[in-house]
């Protein structure tokens, strides 16, 4: 069981814009505590997508971004690619174990 | 650019150990917090350990805690995992992983991950 709850899945058509929901509380994104979002290619190592402050590392498109209230924050691909089949993951910090990952969401590109 | 080159791993049975290391280049390692990240197949990603940048703290998952050691060689940019009493639960690929903060007790946010290296405990 996941600190941050995140949906499975999702799964849109090329072009279409898809959001990922990171639900947490108040040990962690609700308590103020940035989130990051890491994406996952297959057979591969995480990669740092969007940090704290919404910025995204060089080199990672601008269809990708994100945003946070609360307790919450999401992730959106506005212009999904082929080449966004991935598992994206959110991140906080907690103050009971230190760091809460969400379960991870599988984007498919219809 | 920063690089993360991990070693180590493999199969082992129930009640045994192995060290995993990460070698680490293209930015000032002695400088910055280190971490372990794990994923079992199939699964998403558990954080497993953090090394302040001069080693002179650690912090464990609570639930990997006493079976787990986390260190580093300065001299030698490179961190370690020592694992013990692995169990069959452990299988899994590690990942080092560095912190984003500058010196500091660490953030606990990544900003650069190794490759992987999988570990495989079979009773």
């Known amino acids: 069981q996941s600190v941050l709850t995140q949906p499975p899945s999702v799964s849109g058509a090329l072009g279409q814009r898809v959001t990922i929901s990171c639900t947490g509380n108040?040990?962690?994104?609700?308590?103020?505590?940035?989130v990051f979002w890491y994406q996952q290619l297959p057979g591969t190592a995480p990669k740092l997508l969007i940090d704290?402050?919404?910025n995204r590392p060089s080199g990672v498109p601008a269809r990708f971004s994100a945003s946070k209230s609360g307790a919450s924050a999401s992730l959106a691909i506005n212009g999904l690619q082929g080449e966004d089949e991935a598992d994206y993951y959110c991140?906080?910090?907690?103050?009971?174990?230190?760091?809460?990952f969400g379960g991870g969401t599988k984007v498919t590109v219809l | 650019q920063v690089h993360l080159v991990q070693s180590g791993g493999g199969v082992v049975q129930t009640g045994g150990s192995l060290r995993l290391s990460c070698a680490a280049s293209?930015?000032?390692?002695?400088?910055?917090?280190m971490h372990w990240v794990r994923q079992a197949p199939g699964k998403g990603l558990e954080w497993v350990a953090f090394i302040r940048y001069d080693g002179a703290v650690q912090f464990y998952s609570e639930s990997l805690k006493g079976r787990l050691t986390i260190s580093r060689d300065n001299s030698k940019d490179t961190l370690y995992l020592q694992m013990d009493s692995l169990r069959p639960d452990d299988t899994a690929t590690y990942f080092c992983a560095k912190d984003i903060g500058y010196f500091g007790s660490g953030n606990f946010y990544f900003d650069s991950w190794g490759q992987g290296t999988l570990v495989t405990v079979f009773s």
């Open positions: 704290g402050n919404a």
């Open positions: 293209g930015f000032n390692f002695r400088t910055y917090g």
């Open positions: 108040s040990s962690n994104i609700g308590a103020g505590y940035d």
């Open positions: 991140q906080s910090y907690d103050s009971s174990v230190r760091v809460a």
